[in-house]
């Protein structure tokens, strides 16, 4: 990789892990720089992957790990009723920062927050679609 990544460079400690809260060998989580609400948290892999497209299985079912134990630790520590689990791949979809990341968002019941945004409406029923996107059966 030519380009900085601050996500590696949080996962490899050459910035400051002052906003670490979970960390493992292979996933690294911190308090959002900016949170959306309290206990926002971004989960990312400490090896480089641009996006979910990029990542070996094994990367995202480490990542997926890692966000049920720490949601686990968040009902049990702060409470929490549920939680927003929010992730963008590539550019279309507003992917912000070209690492693998997950956004965890601890959700409390009559938060007010809204998190499911209106999307509209496709131009095809749902059966086209299932018609159009079946995956073949795995060998």
Do not use: K
């Amino acid at each position: 990789m030519d380009t900085p990544c601050a996500f590696c460079d949080i996962a490899a400690g050459r910035i400051s892990a002052d906003l670490v809260v979970y960390r493992t060998e292979r996933v690294v989580g911190f308090v959002a720089r900016e949170p959306d609400a309290f206990g926002h948290t971004v989960l990312a892999p400490t090896v480089h992957c641009a996006d979910l497209f990029d990542a070996p299985v094994e990367v995202a079912c480490d990542l997926t790990h890692a966000v049920q134990s720490l949601a686990q630790h968040y009902r049990e520590t702060i409470g929490m009723d549920g939680f927003n689990l929010l992730h963008a791949s590539g550019r279309a979809a507003q992917q912000s920062v070209p690492h693998l990341h997950v956004h965890l968002i601890p959700r409390f019941d009559g938060d007010g927050l809204e998190g499911w945004p209106p999307l509209g409406t496709p131009d095809q029923t749902a059966q086209d679609m299932a018609s159009q996107l079946q995956m073949p059966p795995s060998v």
